[in-house]
C-alpha cells in the first residue's frame, strides 16, 4: 500500500515561485512512476509532469519551461518547481505514483492558487 502525501501549495502572485513536496511512504518507490497531475474547477484532471524510475522526464505544453519535476529517492520524496505562474495554474495538484504491481496511488492534493 502505497501512501502519498503533498504539500507546498499556497496563494501566490503571477510571475511567482512555489515548490510541492510529496512524501511517499509503505513502499520503496524507486521504481515507480511519479507524476503531478491537476484539477481545476469544473475541468478534468490533467498531467502536469512525469519522471521515471530512470530520470526521464514529460511535461506538459503549457508548463514546459516553468515547472520542473525531480525525485529524491533515497528520501522517497517527489518534487515540483513552479516558476512563472500564471492565474491559469491555478488548481489541485495530486501527487501520484504507479507500479506495476500496485497501479496507480494518489495523495489528497494541495491547493495552488496564483492570483494578484
Known amino acids: 500500500q502505497v501512501q502519498l502525501v503533498e504539500s507546498g501549495g499556497g496563494l501566490v502572485q503571477p510571475g511567482g515561485s512555489l515548490r510541492l513536496s510529496c512524501a511517499g511512504s509503505g513502499r520503496d518507490l524507486s521504481t515507480y512512476t511519479m507524476a503531478w497531475y491537476r484539477q481545476a474547477p469544473e475541468k478534468q484532471r490533467e498531467l502536469v509532469a512525469r519522471i521515471f524510475s530512470g530520470g526521464t522526464t514529460n511535461y506538459a505544453d503549457s508548463v514546459k519551461g516553468r515547472f520542473t519535476i525531480s525525485r529524491d529517492n533515497t528520501k522517497n520524496m517527489v518534487y515540483l518547481q513552479m516558476n512563472s505562474l500564471k492565474p491559469e495554474d491555478t488548481a489541485v495538484y495530486y501527487c501520484?505514483?504507479?507500479?506495476?504491481?500496485?497501479?496507480?496511488?494518489w495523495g489528497q492534493g494541495t491547493q495552488v492558487t496564483v492570483s494578484s
Open positions: 501520484n505514483a504507479w507500479g506495476i504491481s500496485s497501479g496507480n496511488s
